[in-house]
């Protein structure tokens, strides 16, 4: 695993659109997801220990935000011939033992990955109801802490605070702090070739 932090993408970039495959056997494009007040965008996989670290309270949280306007979709975009775990099988698994409560959808080609800048997972986009990027940064402070090789505890609990404050910034017509802390994590799993370019 490398950590990687997230790459920083200009604030008002406008999100790309994409139709990818759910856990669902669905075809889910971002039109779909979209919030009438702003829509995150994660890019997550299922054996990151920085993704499982915030995965409960993230499921939290987005069933909280979502009621309240904000749409949520989740995007794996790993290589699953090399890292078999985010295999979309194990997708279906990770969505129904987290609970996650948004579409977690697959991006085999990792197109989606290449236009989003994404870099690693968890990466973290908050766009406004004109699908313009008003935040890219972590789900809060919290890490967890590396023991050995595979190996990782928690040492503080995930609250979700950074990323509250700008979508409670979006709802309240306030705005969102421009100073914004990258997501750190591992890195996406590219593909060979898919990485040319990527830092």
């Not at 997230?6 to 669905?26: I, K, R, W, Y």
């Not at 996989?45 to 670290?53: K, T």
């Not at 309240?172 to 750190?184: E, I, R």
């Amino acid at each position: 695993m490398t950590l990687t932090p997230s790459s920083s993408l200009p604030l008002g970039t406008t999100a790309p659109d994409f139709a990818l495959p759910s856990t669902e056997g669905e075809t889910v494009s971002l039109a779909d997801r979209q919030g009438a007040v702003g829509t995150v965008v994660l890019f997550i996989c299922n054996h990151c220990p920085y993704v499982i670290h915030i995965a409960d309270r993230l499921a939290e949280v987005a069933g909280e935000y979502q009621a309240k306007g904000i749409g949520f979709v989740a995007i794996n975009s790993n290589d699953t011939e090399a890292y078999p775990d985010d295999s979309l099988e194990n997708m279906i698994r990770e969505k129904t033992r987290r609970g996650y409560p948004f579409p977690y959808l697959l991006d085999e080609s990792q197109e989606v990955a290449r236009a989003y800048d994404a870099a690693c997972t968890p990466d973290i986009y908050l766009f406004d109801g004109d699908r313009k990027l008003v935040y890219h940064g972590q789900f809060d402070e919290t890490r967890p802490r590396r023991i050995s090789s595979g190996n990782y505890d928690a040492t503080s609990t995930p609250t979700g605070a950074d990323l509250i404050a700008a979508m409670d910034a979006l709802i309240l017509d306030t705005p969102v702090p421009a100073d914004q802390k990258p997501s750190v994590g591992c890195n996406i799993k590219w593909k060979p070739g898919n990485d040319a370019g990527v830092r």
